[in-house]
């Protein structure tokens, strides 16, 4: 296992060797996620929060790419739905390609205000299109008493779908 004094020294290191070194503000210390996207120099830096930049020639401070995202509930989970994003639920009654009309949605952020619904928010809709689906990996049941030759073996294979955003709709 690693000590935190060799991770942060590497992670200086990388950031000395690279263009783009960014810095936690909250932390005061390099963040893993943005010590990976300069090590793999693709830097992602959606929903880490405000960082300063340092670069050869700027110094700022880094403000997050606003995202509109809906939270809503599908099958019994509750799931982070962002226009273009993938999400895999429950299997739902609708064929592949039918357009899908989510309307249990719990949180709206369009960016500039958070709505939360009481327990939904009023004419709020995500749609979406069934891209896939498909079934997950089989889970085996095995249950067993000792010492009384009781032994029963199950198994199960959820069906799920992927769904694809296409809208948030924020209603009225």
Same mark, same amino acid.
């Given at each position: 296992?690693? &000590?935190?004094?060799?991770?942060? *020294? /590497? #992670?200086?290191?990388?950031?000395? *060797? &690279? $263009?783009?070194?960014v810095f936690h503000s909250r932390t005061m210390g390099f963040d893993k996620f943005i010590d990976l996207a300069i090590m793999t120099r693709q830097p992602n830096l959606q929903g880490v929060g405000s960082c300063f930049v340092l670069g050869p020639m700027t110094i700022g401070l880094w403000i997050r790419e606003e995202n509109v995202y809906a939270v809503i509930k599908s099958g019994g989970h509750q799931y982070k739905a962002s226009v273009g994003s993938d999400l895999i639920v429950e299997r739902l009654p609708y064929p592949v390609g039918a357009q899908v009309e989510l309307d249990q949605v719990y949180l709206l952020d369009d960016g500039e205000h958070v709505l939360v619904g009481q327990p939904t928010v009023e004419g709020a809709v995500v749609r979406a299109t069934v891209m896939d689906e498909f079934r997950g990996p089989k889970i085996r049941i095995f249950k067993y008493r000792p010492k009384e030759r009781y032994r029963r073996r199950q198994g199960h294979r959820q069906t799920?779908? /992927?769904?694809? @955003? $296409?809208?948030? @709709?924020?209603? #009225?």
């Open positions: 296992m690693r &000590s935190h004094a060799l991770y942060t *020294e /590497r #992670a200086k290191r990388q950031v000395a *060797e &690279s $263009d783009l070194g799920y779908m /992927r769904l694809r @955003v $296409d809208d948030i @709709v924020k209603g #009225a």
